[in-house]
């Protein structure tokens, strides 16, 4: 009766479900008498809607140890023959599903002569080949259950997702036509994995994962790669080993530098790109190894990849890497008691550094080359290494010539002129020789710049350098050379006397008075009482005068706020 009614197929559905229920149904009957049956009259049945849901009641109602039992040479060999127009991948996901779940319930449940696997990637595969009309999305779908199929019941067994990745490469590559316009499911498909294992060292082991981005558009492989990124960001994964590197590098390729088939004429929106380049940048700090020697290939890996990024995206890339390297040149020099040679490591270090600095130079971006170089400068002063004058000083001119050179904007000038006064400042290891020619350029550079203000506040800023800088004579010591303090101060007076502005003429001299506090407060004997009388005095002669308004109210209360300081801590009114 439940055969014969198979051109009803609601009706045979409900007869199917009574049959499941019946108690004489045994594993053994279902495999010799009844699904053979069943599956006799639903080949037979030319309806398709009918068959797809004959086969799914099929699926549903019978117990999960009748399916095992009849899987390989039952079941799965009827959903190659019904007509064409079946939708074969319902059927194969949903009793993927159904025997997945039942696996993950309890593992003892699948017997362990039943290799679930390997039964459904042979079918599958012979499902996808007997059906050249199979639509890719189709193929995809399909090798995706495939996927998380062995990822829920074979966790520990990562050959059987590399060998769904290698079927799935093989027919594309031997029908390049299936591959056309299924990329949106083919990212997902890749996605699976990440999600899964979280961990892309796990990831990368997978040797046709890589091999099907070629398949993806540029978009949906963009995309996957930001994810990517994110994830090991997100999950704090580290990529110890410089092959690692270069195989995760390889693979996101498309953030790293063009794409061979990125059109020419493509505008990319400018938020977007920084967005990607900065997602690369954080994610060099991912790629680290406890070893120092390995950390250093992994550092050459990265350079070969980054560099070839091209200049727009050297700015967002090489940051990470000098300052991950300036961290690798710390670590050496905690070793230094442990690895005799340290030294020469942190030397090619530095020469490495060195090398990115240039290419940011060669792209032109120079206040991020300054920056860069006298932070580089500062890190080869801290290592005490052999050669620390030659190289440090090497840094520091670089940034004086891009200072010189390159920086126009005043306001750009007088940061940059503060930045070199200030990492100068901080350094031990030059002789006088040097010393002293690298503090007059910088005064020199303070005295020339082109607005009065800006010249004044330089010219004050390197009066630091003749007290608290030091020199490798002095052997840490600062140089407290008081003179030429007094010297730098009264140019800023000299040069705040030129303002025309009254404002910011008293501001100025505000400024000034909190400079001489400073000097009084180390111990500098040229700063005297009558000089901070002589400025108070001037600011009080000249406070009147000024135009009422929010900037006069702020110098108003800089300046009592500063004489208040000088009572309590000096024991000084003016």
């Not at 030319?46 to 699926?59: G, V």
């Not at 498909?189 to 997978?206: A, F, G, K």
Request: net charge negative.
């Amino acid at each position: 009766a439940v055969v014969s009614s198979g051109i009803n197929a609601e009706y045979g559905g409900t007869n199917l479900e009574r049959l499941s229920r019946l108690e004489g149904v045994t594993v053994e009957r279902y495999e010799k008498q009844i699904l053979p049956a069943v599956l006799k009259q639903l080949v037979n049945c030319k309806d398709s809607i009918a068959q797809e849901y004959l086969m799914d009641c099929i699926i549903q109602v019978f117990p999960d140890e009748f399916h095992l039992r009849t899987l390989e040479n039952t079941f799965l060999d009827t959903c190659c023959q019904p007509q064409s127009q079946v939708n074969v991948r319902n059927i194969i996901i949903s009793i993927i599903g159904r025997l997945s779940n039942f696996a993950q319930a309890d593992p003892s449940n699948i017997p362990e002569d039943i290799k679930l696997f390997d039964i459904f990637s042979v079918k599958v595969t012979q499902i996808i080949q007997s059906r050249t009309e199979m639509p890719p999305e189709d193929i995809l779908v399909l090798q995706s259950a495939l996927i998380k199929l062995a990822l829920n019941v074979y966790p520990a067994e990562t050959g059987y997702v590399n060998q769904v990745l290698q079927n799935t490469l093989n027919i594309f590559q031997t029908e390049e036509g299936r591959a056309k316009g299924c990329s949106n499911e083919l990212g997902k498909l890749l996605r699976v994995p990440v999600d899964h294992y979280q961990d892309i060292l796990t990831v990368l082991e997978l040797d046709a994962y890589p091999k099907l981005f070629s398949f993806l558009d540029l978009n949906t492989r963009k995309d996957l790669c930001v994810y990517i990124a994110e994830h090991i960001i997100e999950t704090g994964t580290l990529i110890y080993s410089h092959d690692q590197v270069d195989l995760l590098l390889t693979m996101i390729e498309c953030l790293v530098a063009d794409a061979p088939d990125q059109p020419s004429n493509q505008i990319e929106d400018p938020e977007d790109f920084e967005c990607e380049q900065a997602l690369v940048g954080r994610l060099v700090h991912q790629m680290t190894s406890q070893v120092p020697d390995q950390q250093f290939l992994i550092l050459n890996t990265c350079k070969k990849h980054l560099i070839a990024g091209g200049d727009k995206r050297i700015q967002f890339t090489l940051p990470s890497l000098i300052f991950r390297a300036i961290h690798l040149c710390r670590v050496y020099h905690d070793l230094r008691e442990e690895d005799e040679k340290w030294e020469k490591k942190v030397t090619k270090i530095l020469q490495y550094i060195n090398s990115l600095l240039s290419a940011l130079v060669k792209a032109e971006y120079w206040d991020l080359s300054l920056r860069l170089y006298l932070q580089a400068s500062l890190v080869c002063d801290a290592m005490g290494i052999s050669n620390a004058e030659t190289v440090g000083y090497e840094f520091m001119s670089h940034a004086f010539a891009i200072y010189e050179e390159e920086v126009s904007d005043s306001k750009a000038q007088l940061i940059a002129i503060s930045l070199i006064v200030a990492t100068f400042e901080r350094t031990i290891n030059f002789s006088e020789e040097n010393h002293e020619p690298l503090r007059s350029q910088c005064f020199r550079a303070g005295s020339k710049l082109l607005k009065k203000p800006d010249q004044c506040r330089a010219v004050s800023l390197c009066s630091h350098l003749y007290w608290s800088g030091k020199n490798r004579e002095g052997a840490g010591e600062p140089l407290r050379n008081a003179t030429k303090v007094l010297e730098c101060l009264k140019k800023a007076v000299r040069i705040s006397n030129q303002c025309m502005e009254p404002t910011v003429q008293v501001q100025l001299f505000v400024e000034l008075l909190n400079k001489y506090i400073y000097f009084l407060g180390t111990g500098c004997e040229e700063v005297s009482e009558s000089v901070l009388s002589q400025l108070v005095g001037k600011i009080h002669e000249d406070m009147p005068g000024l135009e009422s308004g929010d900037i006069t109210k702020q110098i108003v209360k800089h300046f009592e706020t500063t004489l208040r300081f000088i009572e309590s801590r000096h024991q000084l009114t003016f």
